[in-house]
T-cell receptor, first 114, second 114 residues
Framework: ETGVTQTPRHLVMGMTNKKSLKCEQH?????MYWYKQSAKKPLELMFV???????ENNSVPSRFSPECPNSSHLFLHLHTLQPEDSALYLC?????????????FGSGTQLSVL | GDSVTQMEGPVTLSEEAFLTINCTYT??????LFWYVQYPGEGLQLLLK?????DKGSNKGFEATYRKETTSFHLEKGSVQVSDSAVYFC?????????????FGSGTRLQVQP
C-alpha cells in the first residue's frame, strides 16, 4: 500500500462517453501527477499540480481535463476519447522541492476505449 | 531535452543468475538518478537512487552507480530470484518542470525462471 489510491481500477468506455478518474493520496504531499503508460512506450507525463496549481501540461489533448480541488485529490475528466487513448493511467504524489523527490504511485486505472 | 535510454527487454534469466540492465542518460548538469520497479498489477515504486556522481544506490540486493564519465546508471544484482520478475524503469528529473517531475525510460521487463 503506497498511500495513493486510484479508482476505478478498470474502465471501459465508448468514444462518446464522459467519465472521470479519481486519485486520492493520504501522505500529506503537496504535488500530484498524471502519467500515461501505453504498451511498448515510455511513461508519458501528462499533468503536474503543485499546491493545487497546475504547473505542467505536457501538450495533452483537450479531451483530457485535470482537476485538483485540494492537495489530497486529483481527477482526470475524460470526454470523446479515441481508441489510441487506451492505456494505464497512473497517478503519483510527492512532497518537497528539488531533484531528490520520491514519487509515490497508485496502482493505476486501466482504460479501454471502444 | 533531458532523457534516459535503457535496454529493451524482455530479459529472461534463471534463478541465482547475475543481472545487468543498462541505462544511459542525457541531462543538463548532474541531476539525481533513479530506478523504479513495477510489479504485475501495481504502480511504480522507488527501488534506489543516487544523488551525485560516483554515488552508489542500493536496495534489496540491487545496486547502481552514477557514472558521469559514461553518463550511465546501470542496474545490477548478483543473484536474482523469481520474485524479482517485474518491469524496471530508469528515471531522472525533468529540467523544465523545475525538476519536480520525472521522465522515465521505456522500461525493461525481467522474467526470472525457477
Amino acid at each position: 500500500e503506497t498511500g495513493v489510491t486510484q479508482t476505478p481500477r478498470h474502465l471501459v468506455m465508448g468514444m462518446t462517453n464522459k467519465k472521470s478518474l479519481k486519485c486520492e493520496q493520504h501522505l500529506g504531499h503537496n504535488a500530484m501527477y498524471w502519467y500515461k503508460q501505453s504498451a511498448k512506450k515510455p511513461l508519458e507525463l501528462m499533468f503536474v499540480y503543485s499546491l493545487e496549481e497546475r504547473v505542467e501540461n505536457n501538450s495533452v489533448p483537450s479531451r483530457f481535463s485535470p482537476e485538483c480541488p485540494n492537495s489530497s485529490h486529483l481527477f482526470l475528466h475524460l470526454h470523446t476519447l479515441q481508441p489510441e487513448d487506451s492505456a494505464l493511467y497512473l497517478c503519483a504524489s510527492s512532497q518537497g522541492q528539488g531533484a531528490n523527490e520520491k514519487l509515490f504511485f497508485g496502482s493505476g486505472t486501466q482504460l479501454s476505449v471502444l | 531535452g533531458d532523457s534516459v535510454t535503457q535496454m529493451e527487454g524482455p530479459v529472461t534469466l534463471s534463478e541465482e543468475a547475475f543481472l545487468t540492465i543498462n541505462c544511459t542518460y542525457t541531462a543538463t548538469g548532474y541531476p539525481s538518478l533513479f530506478w523504479y520497479v513495477q510489479y504485475p498489477g501495481e504502480g511504480l515504486q522507488l527501488l534506489l537512487k543516487a544523488t551525485k556522481a560516483d554515488d552508489k544506490g542500493s536496495n534489496k540486493g540491487f545496486e547502481a552507480t552514477y557514472r558521469k564519465e559514461t553518463t550511465s546508471f546501470h542496474l545490477e544484482k548478483g543473484s536474482v530470484q523469481v520474485s524479482d520478475s517485474a518491469v524496471y524503469f530508469c528515471a531522472l528529473p525533468l529540467g523544465d518542470t523545475g525538476r519536480r517531475a520525472l521522465t522515465f525510460g521505456s522500461g525493461t521487463r525481467l522474467q526470472v525462471q525457477p
